[in-house]
Nanobody, 122 residues
Framework: VQLQASGGGLVQPGGSLRLSCAGS????????IGWFRQAPGKEREGVGC????????AFADSGKGRFTIARDNAKRTVVLEMNNLKPEDTAVYHC????????????????WGQGTLVTVSS
């Protein structure tokens, strides 16, 4: 089982990025998916999550109004769309899959993916 986040890069403040989470060896539509990030010198924090049962999404306060999460079942991916990016959004972003959709801890998820680096800088 593997998860892979992609789509990171360098973007100016106010810009947008679209991160994708793809899985192999598992069907993402069967799992709750969480996005977590870790900035240098900081603890890992939840960004947003989407449930497998009804598609309910939840976001940390830092991303409310700026971030969206959606499933692309045709492509079998989960997309984190980030708008109006700020320098404090700079971090490595990971997608996680598991039986619980939560932002409080990444450790309740069953599977973790390789992260993708997002750098917001002018």
């Amino acid at each position: 089982v593997q998860l892979q986040a992609s789509g990171g890069g360098l973007v100016q403040p106010g810009g947008s990025l679209r991160l994708s989470c793809a899985g192999s060896g598992l069907s993402l539509e069967d799992y709750n998916i969480g996005w977590f990030r870790q900035a240098p010198g900081k603890e890992r924090e939840g960004v947003g999550c989407i449930s497998s049962s009804d598609g309910t999404v939840a976001f940390a306060d830092s991303g409310k109004g700026r971030f969206t999460i959606a499933r692309d079942n045709a492509k079998r991916t989960v997309v984190l769309e980030m708008n109006n990016l700020k320098p404090e959004d700079t971090a490595v972003y990971h997608c996680l899959a598991g039986g619980v959709a939560t932002l409080t801890s990444p450790y309740v998820y069953d599977y973790w993916g390789q992260g993708t680096l997002v750098t917001v800088s002018s």
